[in-house]
């Protein structure tokens, strides 16, 4: 059991401040929630705190507020030199650091020329970026005018990028010619032409020239739809100077956001603007703990909700020097983040547990090769984090000195919503829990009735609204209250399970809907990996179900050994010992495969349903989002490998 793991540390105080907050919270949410906006900068002050019509929640009604101005204006007189991005391509001589001055002066250029293209308030910008400071420039200058941007994450393939296109109508995108991954060059604009066949809602295109690709004039040679093309330095050179940031009602939407489902249409998630920074900013600051001589580096793609709250929006709007890098954690080598980490002597390193474990396979003790002395904070972000890969982040990069903060959040709650809040004091550590809910936050474990339970596994839910709620699903209100609210009554459910120890602590036991139903008991995919990867020889595990006349479904496990096991037999057995001793002979896998790499996303999920759909000998589907072909093909070669051993045999 998860919960059964003890503290690792007494940390650094009997959590008294932060209890204090979250009664003052409970005990007057608005009032608690109007001091926190208050850390930002208005135009014009609310005229109410909430206005909640289940399931819709408006926060700082009338009050008028604009992004680009807290994340840049107001900075400008004290920390306009300060710099805000320290930026490094996927090859080492690639590197740029950009003040707060220069952010301002391109934000206020860019914002300019989309007002000259006809942009305006309320309309939809689609950017297909790489991990370039223009993206964050372009997403500022969006917001600058008052116009809503759709950042599509640039592994995203055309046929995605034009769904969200066409389900947002945006009247322009802006992207580039193309970036290096893994040594490769990544022709971003290729894909463009592709979506935009599809699309008509879409004027123009502002390609960043960031290659060279197509030569000076940064046009693409195919004749392929009717939008116009604009070189982005041709376009942006013509401007200078201001651009009055635009007066936004705090309920106006600040951007919409896709999930990245497997199946069905993509949901835009639309935030607010008053709100969700209200919220980014506080639990950034209650996170964090943030210093004005902290180095920030959030290993997130933009293209991800952590990467539009952690990256852009909250560091911004506190004045933070954030590190943001182009490449792969593992190209050239695996020790790309830390040699950056030594170069901008970051301070905080918060990254997530599926990079932790192909990070750990290579038994690098990190700290022993790099000197990382200038890091005091760790944080995980993502998906919930196996005890022992936990344990391994602890020692092998945090030299067993350094508060590790596990944060648990979606794309809809706009930021964190459990997480040991080390800007208000360091709570004991238990490893693989999230910890505590943050002040505000009113979350619970229920039963199939919602009763609330503790010690056993249940279903997460938050009873109360909060500012960085989002505001509904884009054009669709009616499957926003199905998605979200229709489970338990008035209650935001996340169809996350979880557990609350004795101590109230919440441990994230994975997707309800990634269920495996072994004669009749279900059990979530990620108890069953946990206990996998609890062994000394596994770096990665994921198990998928297989179709079993007389079980239902049985186990199938796919396992990335450290390096230095190969015999495969002995560990076999050795590895279903020990899902037997952890969750029982009910969680026994069938077979096991023996993989160098699983198939993941570039956001580094790993595709389950691609190995389901090899083990039942489905169709596998789209792979346009899958990060390297090699890891599908080599999946598929051990399986058919192994099957006809067991075949023969």
């Given at each position: 059991?998860?919960?059964?793991?003890?503290?690792?540390?007494?940390?650094?105080?009997?959590?008294?401040?932060?209890?204090?907050?979250?009664?003052?919270?409970?005990?007057?949410?608005?009032?608690?929630?109007?001091?926190?906006?208050?850390?930002?900068?208005?135009?014009?002050?609310?005229?109410?705190?909430?206005?909640?019509?289940?399931?819709?929640?408006?926060?700082?009604?009338?009050?008028?507020?604009?992004?680009?101005?807290?994340?840049?204006?107001?900075?400008?007189?004290?920390?306009?030199?300060?710099?805000?991005?320290?930026?490094?391509?996927?090859?080492?001589?690639?590197?740029?650091?950009?003040?707060?001055?220069?952010?301002?002066?391109?934000?206020?250029?860019?914002?300019?020329?989309?007002?000259?293209?006809?942009?305006?308030?309320?309309?939809?910008?689609?950017?297909?970026?790489?991990?370039?400071?223009?993206?964050?420039?372009?997403?500022?200058?969006?917001?600058?005018?008052?116009?809503?941007?759709?950042?599509?994450?640039?592994?995203?393939?055309?046929?995605?990028?034009?769904?969200?296109?066409?389900?947002s109508n945006a009247r322009l995108v802006i992207t580039a010619d193309g970036y290096h991954r893994r040594g490769k060059v990544i022709n971003l604009m290729e894909n463009v032409a592709s979506a935009l066949n599809a699309?008509?809602?879409?004027?123009?295109?502002i390609m960043l020239n960031r290659l060279g690709i197509y030569g000076n004039n940064g046009k693409s040679n195919s004749s392929i739809s009717d939008a116009s093309y604009i070189d982005w330095h041709d376009m942006v050179?013509?401007?200078?100077?201001?651009?009055?940031?635009?007066?936004?009602?705090?309920?106006?939407?600040?951007?919409?956001?896709?999930?990245?489902?497997?199946?069905?249409?993509?949901?835009?998630?639309?935030?607010?603007?008053?709100?969700?920074?209200?919220?980014?900013?506080?639990?950034?600051?209650?996170?964090?703990?943030?210093?004005?001589?902290?180095?920030?580096?959030?290993?997130?793609?933009?293209?991800?909700?952590?990467?539009?709250?952690?990256?852009?929006?909250?560091?911004?709007?506190?004045?933070?020097?954030?590190?943001?890098?182009?490449?792969?954690?593992?190209?050239?080598?695996?020790?790309?983040?830390?040699?950056?980490?030594?170069?901008?002597?970051?301070?905080?390193?918060?990254?997530?547990?599926?990079?932790?474990?192909?990070?750990?396979?290579?038994?690098?003790?990190?700290?022993?090769?790099?000197?990382?002395?200038?890091?005091?904070?760790?944080?995980?972000?993502?998906?919930?984090?196996?005890?022992?890969?936990?344990?391994?982040?602890?020692?092998?990069?945090?030299?067993?000195?350094?508060?590790?903060?596990?944060?648990?959040?979606?794309?809809?709650?706009?930021?964190?919503?459990?997480?040991?809040?080390?800007?208000?004091?360091?709570?004991?550590?238990?490893?693989?829990?999230?910890?505590?809910?943050?002040?505000?936050?009113?979350?619970?474990?229920?039963?199939?009735?919602?009763?609330?339970?503790?010690?056993?596994?249940?279903?997460?839910?938050?009873?109360?609204?909060?500012?960085?709620?989002?505001?509904?699903?884009?054009?669709?209100?009616?499957?926003?209250?199905?998605?979200?609210?229709?489970?338990?009554?008035?209650?935001?459910?996340?169809a996350d399970y979880a557990m609350v120890d004795d101590d109230g602590y919440f441990w994230l036991l994975g997707r309800a809907d990634e269920v495996l139903k072994v004669a009749g008991h279900r059990l979530g995919t990620?108890?069953?990996?946990?206990?996998?990867?609890?062994?000394?020889?596994?770096?990665?595990?994921?198990?998928?179900?297989?179709?079993?006349?007389?079980?239902?479904?049985?186990?199938?496990?796919?396992?990335?050994?450290?390096?230095?096991?190969?015999?495969?037999?002995?560990?076999?057995?050795?590895?279903?010992?020990?899902?037997?001793?952890?969750?029982?002979?009910?969680?026994?896998?069938?077979?096991?495969?023996?993989?160098?790499?699983?198939?993941?996303?570039?956001?580094?999920?790993?595709?389950?349903?691609?190995?389901?759909?090899?083990?039942?000998?489905?169709?596998?589907?789209?792979?346009?989002?899958?990060?390297?072909?090699?890891?599908?093909?080599?999946?598929?070669?051990?399986?058919?490998?192994?099957?006809?051993?067991?075949?023969?045999?």
């Open positions: 059991m998860l919960a059964g793991s003890s503290k690792i540390t007494k940390g650094t105080s009997d959590g008294r401040l932060l209890m204090q907050l979250r009664d003052r919270a409970a005990r007057d949410p608005e009032g608690f929630w109007a001091e926190q906006a208050t850390l930002l900068e208005w135009f014009k002050v609310w005229d109410t705190v909430l206005d909640w019509k289940p399931p819709f929640a408006r926060w700082f009604v009338n009050g008028l507020i604009n992004a680009s101005y807290n994340a840049l204006d107001r900075h400008l007189p004290s920390k306009g030199d300060k710099v805000a991005i320290h930026w490094q391509g996927e090859q080492d001589d690639e590197r740029r650091s950009i003040t707060y001055r220069e952010m301002h002066r391109e934000v206020n250029r860019v914002a300019n020329a989309l007002k000259d293209l006809g942009l305006k308030r309320g309309d939809r910008v689609a950017i297909y970026m790489p991990m370039v400071p223009e993206l964050p420039i372009a997403m500022l200058a969006c917001v600058r005018i008052g116009a809503i941007h759709s950042v599509v994450f640039s592994g995203f393939s055309a046929g995605a990028l034009a769904d969200r296109i066409n389900d699309c008509k809602s879409v004027e123009h295109v050179d013509r401007y200078d100077g201001y651009c009055e940031p635009e007066r936004v009602e705090s309920n106006e939407p600040l951007f919409i956001l896709y999930t990245s489902g497997t199946t069905g249409k993509p949901k835009g998630i639309v935030h607010s603007t008053g709100g969700y920074l209200t919220y980014a900013n506080a639990t950034f600051r209650w996170i964090f703990g943030i210093r004005d001589e902290d180095v920030y580096f959030c290993t997130a793609d933009i293209g991800w909700v952590t990467g539009h709250s952690y990256v852009v929006y909250a560091p911004m709007m506190n004045a933070t020097t954030i590190i943001m890098y182009e490449g792969t954690p593992d190209y050239p080598t695996v020790h790309r983040w830390f040699e950056l980490i030594e170069r901008f002597r970051a301070t905080i390193f918060y990254t997530t547990p599926t990079a932790l474990r192909m990070l750990m396979r290579y038994n690098i003790e990190y700290a022993k090769v790099h000197d990382l002395s200038s890091l005091r904070l760790l944080g995980t972000v993502g998906e919930p984090i196996n005890p022992e890969v936990w344990l391994w982040y602890y020692r092998a990069i945090g030299e067993e000195r350094l508060p590790i903060v596990d944060t648990w959040w979606q794309t809809e709650t706009g930021a964190a919503l459990i997480a040991n809040a080390a800007g208000i004091e360091v709570l004991p550590m238990k490893p693989g829990s999230a910890s505590l809910p943050l002040p505000g936050i009113d979350a619970a474990v229920v039963d199939d009735d919602g009763n609330e339970v503790r010690g056993k596994k249940g279903y997460l839910i938050v009873k109360r609204p909060w500012p960085g709620l989002m505001l509904t699903i884009w054009g669709d209100d009616e499957r926003y209250k199905q998605t979200y609210w229709s489970r338990f009554r008035n209650a935001y459910y996340p990620m108890e069953v990996e946990s206990a996998i990867v609890a062994h000394p020889a596994v770096a990665e595990a994921a198990v998928v179900g297989k179709v079993d006349q007389i079980k239902g479904e049985s186990i199938v496990a796919f396992v990335v050994p450290k390096q230095g096991y190969a015999e495969y037999s002995e560990l076999r057995h050795s590895i279903i010992k020990q899902v037997e001793s952890s969750l029982g002979a009910i969680a026994r896998p069938e077979q096991i495969y023996f993989v160098s790499k699983l198939p993941k996303t570039r956001s580094g999920k790993i595709m389950r349903r691609l190995l389901k759909a090899i083990v039942n000998d489905a169709q596998i589907g789209d792979t346009t989002t899958l990060d390297d072909e090699a890891a599908i093909d080599e999946v598929k070669a051990v399986y058919e490998e192994l099957r006809k051993k067991i075949t023969s045999d």
